[in-house]
């Protein structure tokens, strides 16, 4: 084989050291490109640029104000929790929930107002109990219905009693309402109140007895001395009463002499 390189001519033998060269720079070249089309095959596809999502946001954003609506806000709210215009949304979203129950409470009034019955605003108050009406359409519930205004003042008579928790409230309230709803409960409570100072009464406390026997003392000491004054009288009394039966018999034997034996 080198003979055969020696055989060449001058240039051929030049011109051959420079197309290997070249065969490995097309090879290198060759490898290149590939590695750089497996990497390119194996990176996750790009998502949308940051000015892509910035768009989107403002574009939405413009849509749902110009919507006004809840829904519109909403969708913003669930696309772009993060969002550029999130809590703007959200305090939207509250103040459109809040005007929708202030209508629905409009609404329902006005139709409870128009027959005018107290099933109607009963109706009304399961729904709206703490609405701005609530007030006025027990007014006219208990206006229309007897019962319901005697049901109503029984539980406002049986709070107040509640609230006091004396004898004296809860005896109120079953003079207003013997029957009432909360009767047998007052009866309960009045003979568990009254009963509370007879147990206090009845077992005392260790300065009381100190106090009631302090008390006792005295009265033995005057009870004593007037056993003892009274002795004593009985004593001084004893000689005149035995000096006296001398003097009666004699004088029962002047009367009547015995004879001598």
């Known amino acids: 084989m080198l003979r055969a390189f020696h055989a060449l001519t001058r240039p051929a033998r030049v011109a ?3 197309s290997v060269f070249l065969g490995a ?11 750089d089309s497996e990497q390119q095959a194996s990176r996750p596809p790009e998502g949308p640029s940051e000015q892509v999502l910035r768009d989107a946001d403002e574009h939405m954003w413009a849509q749902a104000v110009h919507a006004g609506t809840l829904g519109a806000f909403t969708d913003y709210v669930q696309n772009f929790t993060y969002g550029k215009h999130a809590a703007e949304a959200r305090e939207r979203i509250a103040a459109l929930e809040t005007q929708a129950g202030k209508d629905a409470d409009e ?3 006005a139709a409870a107002r128009q027959p005018d019955t107290a099933a109607a605003y009963a109706d009304y108050l399961r729904d709206f109990p703490a609405s701005a009406h609530a007030a006025e359409a027990r007014e006219r519930q208990a206006a229309l219905d007897p019962q319901q205004a005697r049901r109503q003042a029984d539980e406002q008579s049986w709070a107040e009693a ?3 928790g004396t004898q004296v409230s809860l ?3 079953l003079r207003q309402f013997p029957n009432g709803t909360h009767a047998a409960e007052a009866r309960q409570q009045i003979a568990a109140l009254g009963a509370e100072p007879a147990v206090e009464a009845k077992a005392g406390t260790p300065s009381d007895k100190k106090d009631v026997a302090s008390k006792a003392k005295p009265k033995r000491g005057l009870s004593q001395a007037a056993t ?3 002795g ?3 004593a001084n009394r004893a000689p005149s009463s035995t000096g006296a039966k001398p003097s009666f018999r004699s004088f029962w034997r002047s009367l009547f002499p015995q004879p001598s034996k």
């Open 16 to 18: 051959l050291p420079i």
């Open 25 to 35: 720079l097309a090879s290198a070249a060759f490898l290149s490109g590939c590695s």
């Open 107 to 109: 609404s329902a009034w």
């Open 162 to 164: 509640l609230r006091l």
């Open 171 to 173: 005896r109120e309230y």
């Open 228 to 230: 003892t004054g009274a």
């Open 232 to 234: 004593a009288q009985g």
